[in-house]
């Protein structure tokens, strides 16, 4: 990470089931930098760690940062580290806040449906909305009331009127429809889905089905897909400064060979969520397996997440 920022756990909370919320200070007491609904932040945890997390706290808060975080022991450490090893008090290296998962603040009507721990942005967005006046409602899926990441916050805000919760141990007629939630597609309205892949793909295929156009669909992962086991073969890249070519076998991704020779794309996830090494692709045929780029900038064949996704062809030249 770079431009790093020294931040202060202030507070941390119990948000739900599982779920820490973390309210962040500048340690020097100085306002922090500003940002939008959406924005997510790079965190370095004990152990060399890097983690995302969105915000979810007002953007006009510029005095803290609040970030929430789910524990998952089959993760790759990151949400252990923050649970068990980051505590009020700790202090903290963070990269300044980023933003790919913008709001749309003009739109007419907003629909916000958050699986999980992917309420954290929406509730950023939510709250940013409300204090619009704009038409919005929010729609919270949970397995139990319990395990619903910020709902007492959510109840007792001044929105509370606009907020849905579904869970799945619930009564049937609080289970989440898609179609009634979603609704047909009309000018100025968009679509916001945050979640756990499957949950993401269901919202996606049934806002197709409803004739929603990709571009007022907007969504984050927060996790990447699980990579194709085995078959994958070595290949070579080619940078267009200096013409040198770098072997990546079948062990390593794109990142860590050109590491491995001293060459360093800045990464954050690591899994091809993020896009923090989107990298131009000037030859060759890419093998997508990211979860940033869409259907669309996948087919245009001319970048690609280098964290995760490999070469179709013998060779990829690169815009570095």
Excluded at 303 to 315: D, M, N, T
Aim: net charge negative; aromatic share 6%.
């Amino acid at each position: 990470m770079s431009a790093l920022l020294r931040v202060r756990v202030a507070q941390k909370t119990v948000e739900a089931e599982g779920v820490a919320g973390f309210r962040l200070v500048a340690a020097d007491g100085a306002p922090l930098p500003p940002f939008a609904p959406g924005a997510h932040i790079d965190v370095a945890l004990p152990g060399g760690l890097v983690r995302q997390y969105s915000l979810c706290n007002l953007p006009a808060q510029d005095a803290h940062y609040e970030i929430g975080v789910l524990r998952d022991a089959g993760s790759r450490g990151g949400s252990l580290a923050m649970h068990d090893a980051v505590h009020e008090g700790a202090v903290l290296d963070i990269s300044p806040p980023r933003n790919h998962f913008p709001l749309d603040e003009g739109a007419t009507r907003s629909v916000l449906l958050a699986g999980g721990i992917g309420v954290t942005p929406l509730l950023s967005m939510a709250q940013r909305l409300a204090a619009l006046g704009a038409d919005f409602v929010l729609h919270c899926c949970s397995r139990t009331a319990a395990r619903a990441p910020y709902r007492r916050r959510l109840e007792d805000g001044t929105f509370a009127d606009k907020v849905v919760f579904h869970h799945d141990d619930g009564p049937p007629a609080q289970r989440l429809d898609l179609v009634s939630a979603l609704g047909g597609p009309a000018p100025g309205k968009h679509l916001y889905v945050c979640g756990p892949q499957g949950f993401l793909e269901a919202v996606r295929a049934a806002a197709r089905a409803l004739q929603w156009s990709d571009t007022s669909v907007h969504f984050e992962y927060f996790s990447g897909a699980p990579l194709p086991a085995g078959g994958q073969a070595g290949f070579d890249v080619q940078l267009r400064s200096s013409g040198r070519v770098v072997r990546v076998p079948a062990s390593l991704s794109v990142v860590d060979a050109l590491a491995a020779e001293g060459i360093d794309i800045p990464v954050s996830c690591a899994q091809g969520v993020c896009g923090t090494c989107l990298t131009r692709v000037l030859e060759g045929d890419i093998e997508h397996n990211d979860l940033y780029l869409t259907p669309a900038e996948q087919a245009a064949n001319d970048q690609f997440l280098p964290c995760c996704s490999r070469a179709r062809s013998a060779r990829l030249v690169l815009d570095l």
